[in-house]
């Protein structure tokens, strides 16, 4: 059988959360074997299993070690590949588990959000000529010492497009529970349309702003590696979104979505030397923590003194706030802020590149809506700013409105 002939299928947790769901998503793989492909599915944990464990564990510690907590959480999606392997099983068809160990899934050593090196293929090809579906723990992986390992949260996306791109996948099919990529949140903007298909870079940007159909990270690979994703419901037969390639036709469409991100906190230092390598040491120590940065903004102000302000995820506040006392020891500084939480509303398109004044029609429409805006960052082809958590949600209805997204594109 030719190795373009082969399918790899994620079913998120919604998708596998109770027996009938699981063998729903059986019953899907085994129609994709039939059809003459061969069929890796990538799964994970059942319904809010991972949420419970964190939980559980935050019971027994308040500061769970990150290595137990990896240890601890790769124990849903163990449940859930094996209940699919059984159920794949029981309509007559071969299938086996394996975790990410078992599959050669190697990793970097930093603990609850991992990242791929390699994928040791040889063990997945072996089972797929024998005929077998293959059922891969999502989310997972273990380190160049054998030790387990997560990806983070919402990862089993990477895992899925990573084994699409190792093994030369048709497509990598994102089964959810909604039926694509919307303009928004469809359950915070209920005129949200949905996207027929969209580019890698403006879905990189959405899922990294907060839309958390699909994971940055498997966006990343699709795209290094051209993997066809297609995001689609585990509840029905209609095509969903493909994520693929930029075309010609995108450039027109100057707004393709909106995202919100909440659960952020803000760290500024005030009073830097404004002077070369202040900022790469300042990153330098914030990377050796492991601290995934979002949002940077620098400015000097009349003393010629340095502020410096970043943003990161709630899972990180912790460290971030060690981190930033070191900081503020190392430099001298009188003081460190940290503004938690804060939120960001984000619009993102193409089209941005050659239209103008989406910044003024989007900081227009926030103040309309008495949404104040504190911090502004821009890319090429997105806009975001950093506002208040409790303006969130009317910030991004009213930036998807004055945008039209609700309208299919002329």
């Known amino acids: 059988m030719s190795v373009m002939s082969l399918v790899v299928m994620k079913f998120g947790g919604t998708s596998v959360a109770n027996a009938e769901l699981i063998h729903r998503a059986a019953r899907r793989a085994v129609k994709a074997k039939l059809s003459g492909k061969q069929v890796v599915m990538v799964v994970s944990a059942m319904g809010k299993t ?74 997945l090809r072996s089972e797929l000529e024998r005929g077998r579906i293959v059922i891969v723990a999502g989310f997972q992986g273990v380190d160049e010492s054998g030790e387990i390992t997560t990806l983070g949260r919402g990862a089993s996306d990477t895992t899925a497009a990573a084994l699409a791109a190792v093994l030369d ?32 870079d403006e879905m990189l940007e959405l899922a990294s702003q907060g839309a958390s159909v699909m994971h940055s ?18 509840f029905s037969e209609s095509a969903g979104t493909m994520i693929t390639h930029e075309v010609e036709q995108m450039e027109h469409i100057v707004v393709s979505g909106v995202a919100v991100k909440k659960d952020m906190a803000q760290f500024v230092l005030p009073g830097l030397p404004n002077e070369p390598g202040v900022a ?45 006392e070191e900081l503020r020891q190392k430099f001298g500084l009188e003081q460190v802020l940290c503004n938690n939480p ?12 050659s239209h103008t004044g989406v910044a003024e029609k989007m900081f227009k429409a926030l103040a ?20 208040d958590p409790a303006d969130a949600d009317k910030a991004l209805r009213s ?8 309208q299919e594109p002329s």
């Open 169 to 200: 996948a048709e497509v990598c099919e994102i089964y959810t529970d909604v039926d694509g990529v919307y303009t928004a949140d469809p359950r915070v903007e209920p005129e949200a349309r949905k996207i027929d298909s969209i580019s890698y």
């Open 50 to 123: 991972t949420d419970t464990l964190i939980s559980l564990a935050r019971q027994v510690s308040e500061q769970p070690p990150r290595r137990e907590l990896d240890m601890l959480l790769t124990t849903g999606e163990q449940v859930s590949i094996s209940l699919m392997a059984m159920a794949v099983n029981s309509l007559g068809h071969e299938a086996i588990s394996l975790t990410g160990g078992q599959i050669g899934l190697i990793t970097d050593p930093v603990h609850t959000k991992a990242r791929i090196q390699k994928i040791e293929g040889e063990r």
């Open 280 to 324: 790469a040491g300042i990153f330098a120590d914030v990377a050796a923590h492991g601290v995934a940065v979002d949002d940077i903004i620098q400015t000097v102000d009349e003393s010629g003194r340095a502020s410096t302000s970043f943003t990161v995820e709630h899972s990180d506040l912790s460290e971030c706030k060690l981190l930033v």
């Open 342 to 353: 804060v939120a960001k509303v984000s619009v993102v398109g193409v089209g941005m590149r």
């Open 399 to 406: 930036v998807h409105a004055v945008f039209e997204l609700d």
């Open 368 to 387: 309309e809506s008495r949404v104040n805006i504190n911090a502004i960052t821009t890319s090429e082809i997105k806009i975001s700013c950093i506002i």
């Open 217 to 234: 990270r498997a966006i990343e690979f699709g795209k290094k590696y051209d993997v066809a994703l297609h995001v689609r419901s585990s």
